[in-house]
């Protein structure tokens, strides 16, 4: 008997600190939450305090946020580029792969080394190059964003169909070869349907990435073309004081995507994250 | 085998977006190093001179030290805190999943709106002493630092319980009949089995660390007078904050990429020579 209570104190303990951590965890998002509701200039006086009735502004931030930033279209640029450069990277990338793999010769083999290569270059390393070699090419539009993407994106992506390409056994493919498939009609029937887990977790990693990037975008199309962080960041502006109201309304905002997205699709996202953490 | 031919097809559509984003800006990029520039056309050979400027520039010296101190800490902190909340939610809680979804939560919000969101309690807490984040850069700092702790925690925990959960459970009962305690089994046991996940988790930690740009950018963008700027952002600033400097920036830019080269390659090797001795 004093075993089981023994236990269920140290369980009720363990609830506590968890829920302890777990409300910490949250109070950020919260503290935003609430002053965003609140009117522009309480919001730095007061930042911890509920909104009352003389400091409570209804949804005049979301309202002066959304016109400052043209939220909205930020959104949807934001969810263009996103989900068309992630269908590229896993289209493109997971044909790359199996052709790397399954053509194995010098050139193949020193493809994959200079894709597994540039996983570990740094952005600012070809920042300034990279915007004006795509400037030049006239890739700095929306559409253009996407090949770059496409093309930053392969080496981690390669980099995971191989490794999981290297263990499919090759006598599948080879049947299908023999009744007279050709190698497109072999790589999208048998070999993408085994591809699937990786393409899911390398279609997670792309769009966390992409969805959130701010200075490749910035650099490349910010003049003409606002994503969701680079129109958050345009609040600040110059010099001038930032609109806080405004501030709060547009990160609420834009944090209501992330999380609807999370909560639907978490068993992914986490297993994916552990995948590609393994991998990576 | 009939595929080789399709080279154009598996290919070629992939290459040309590499060489475009990755491939020739990196080559140019090593090139234009040597040279002194503004519009890439109009580049002059100058040999090393523009990595003698940088690592002369007070500005990018105190942005290595700082990253250097910055990313020592953070690892230190997120790897200990995730791995204590990892041992707490592997003990067969009922609500365990629940309090995995919270604490990971904050890693999928980007770093820009992270930085916002941690500028706005930062400056909250201290109003009490009546300052602001920008008026000391070691509030930066440890703003910094709280704000990457928070991003990272539930990141590194949920590797932390995936290598946890791969222990055998009869390895812990063991120890435990024969007499280890808790201090023992964790020292003994537990750690040496999940030792590849410390690697990843290290790994992971360091470059995140090391290469950040977004939440420096967006909590104090260097203030105050560029103290808190990290590498990436005193390149950001090199490039685009002054003019005739384009060559500089990118030699800073190389050193910045050998000196994370450098991290990867030691671990990938760290990685390799484990999995030999498995």
Same mark, same amino acid.
């Given at each position: 008997m004093r075993g089981i209570t023994k236990q269920n104190v140290g369980r009720t303990l363990l609830y506590i600190i968890l829920t302890a951590i777990a409300i910490g965890f949250l109070a950020p998002v919260f503290v935003v939450l609430m002053n965003s509701f609140k009117g522009k200039f309480f919001i730095t006086e007061e930042p911890f305090a509920l909104p009352n009735s003389s400091t409570f502004a209804g949804l005049e931030n979301y309202l002066s946020g959304l016109q400052k930033t043209g939220f909205f279209s930020a959104f949807g640029w934001s969810l263009f580029i996103t989900v068309f450069s992630v269908i590229a990277i896993v289209l493109f990338t997971s044909m790359t792969a199996w052709y790397i793999v399954r053509v194995k010769n010098r050139f193949t083999k020193f493809l994959y080394y200079v894709f597994v290569?540039?996983?570990?270059?740094?952005?600012?390393?070809?920042?300034?190059?990279?915007?004006?070699?795509?400037?030049?090419?006239?890739?700095?539009?929306?559409?253009?964003?996407?090949?770059?993407?496409?093309?930053?994106?392969?080496?981690?992506?390669?980099?995971?169909?191989?490794?999981?390409?290297?263990?499919?056994?090759?006598?599948?493919?080879?049947?299908?070869?023999?009744?007279?498939?050709?190698?497109?009609?072999?790589?999208?029937?048998?070999?993408?349907?085994?591809?699937?887990?990786?393409?899911?977790?390398?279609?997670?990693?792309?769009?966390?990435?992409?969805?959130?990037?701010?200075?490749?975008?910035?650099?490349?199309?910010?003049?003409?073309?606002?994503?969701?962080?680079?129109?958050?960041?345009?609040?600040?502006?110059?010099?001038?004081?930032?609109?806080?109201?405004?501030?709060?309304?547009?990160?609420?905002?834009?944090?209501?995507?992330?999380?609807?997205?999370?909560?639907?699709?978490?068993?992914?996202?986490?297993?994916?994250?552990?995948?590609?953490?393994?991998?990576? | 085998m009939a595929l080789k031919k399709y080279f154009p097809v598996f290919v070629l559509p992939t290459l040309i977006a590499f060489l475009i984003a990755f491939g020739v800006p990196f080559i140019l990029g090593i090139f234009l190093s040597f040279t002194e520039f503004t519009t890439v056309v109009d580049a002059k050979w100058v040999a090393f001179e523009n990595y003698i400027k940088a690592f002369s520039n007070a500005d990018f010296l105190n942005a290595l030290w700082f990253t250097v101190k910055f990313t020592v800490v953070s690892v230190i902190t997120i790897n200990i805190i995730a791995f204590a909340l990892a041992s707490l939610l592997t003990k067969g809680l009922k609500a365990t999943n629940l309090f995995r979804t919270v604490f990971f939560m904050p890693n999928l919000i980007g770093g820009i709106v992270l930085g916002?969101?941690?500028?706005?309690?930062? $400056?909250?807490?201290?109003?009490?002493?009546?300052?602001?984040?920008?008026?000391?850069?070691?509030?930066?700092?440890?703003?910094?630092?709280?704000?990457? $702790?928070?991003?990272?925690?539930?990141?590194?925990?949920?590797?932390?319980?995936?290598?946890?959960? $791969?222990?055998?459970?009869?390895?812990?009962?063991?120890? !435990?009949?024969?007499?280890? $305690?808790?201090?023992?089994?964790? !020292?003994?046991?537990?750690?040496?089995?999940?030792?590849?996940?410390?690697?990843?988790?290290?790994?992971?930690?360091?470059?995140?660390?090391? !290469?950040?740009?977004?939440?420096?950018?967006?909590?104090?963008?260097?203030?105050?007078? !560029?103290?808190?700027?990290m590498l990436a952002l005193d390149i950001y600033n090199t490039f685009y904050g002054r003019i005739g400097w384009e060559g500089v920036g990118q030699a800073k830019a190389v050193i910045f990429f050998i000196i994370v080269a450098l991290i990867s390659f030691i671990q990938l090797g760290i990685t390799h020579k484990r999995e030999v001795e498995q």
């Open positions: 290569f540039s996983m570990v270059v740094p952005f600012q390393m070809v920042m300034f190059t990279m915007t004006k070699t795509a400037g030049d090419l006239h890739l700095d539009t929306p559409w253009g964003i996407i090949l770059i993407y496409l093309g930053f994106g392969s080496g981690l992506a390669v980099f995971m169909f191989s490794g999981f390409l290297k263990s499919v056994p090759i006598e599948v493919e080879e049947a299908a070869m023999i009744d007279g498939c050709t190698p497109l009609q072999t790589f999208f029937m048998v070999v993408f349907p085994i591809l699937k887990p990786t393409a899911i977790t390398v279609a997670i990693l792309d769009a966390m990435w992409i969805w959130n990037d701010y200075l490749l975008p910035y650099l490349l199309i910010g003049s003409d073309y606002k994503t969701i962080p680079i129109a958050v960041q345009y609040l600040r502006g110059g010099y001038g004081s930032v609109d806080m109201g405004a501030m709060m309304a547009m990160l609420v905002l834009s944090i209501i995507p992330i999380v609807v997205f999370y909560l639907s699709c978490q068993k992914y996202i986490i297993k994916g994250i552990v995948a590609g953490a393994v991998k990576g | 916002y969101i941690w500028q706005l309690i930062i $400056n909250g807490v201290l109003q009490t002493i009546g300052v602001t984040i920008t008026y000391d850069a070691k509030y930066g700092f440890w703003g910094l630092v709280v704000l990457m $702790n928070w991003q990272l925690i539930g990141y590194m925990m949920i590797i932390y319980i995936a290598g946890i959960q $791969n222990i055998p459970t009869d390895l812990q009962d063991a120890s !435990k009949v024969d007499g280890a $305690n808790r201090w023992q089994t964790l !020292k003994n046991v537990t750690i040496p089995l999940v030792m590849p996940s410390i690697t990843i988790c290290l790994f992971l930690t360091i470059t995140n660390s090391f !290469k950040l740009f977004d939440q420096n950018l967006a909590l104090t963008a260097g203030a105050p007078s !560029k103290q808190t700027a």
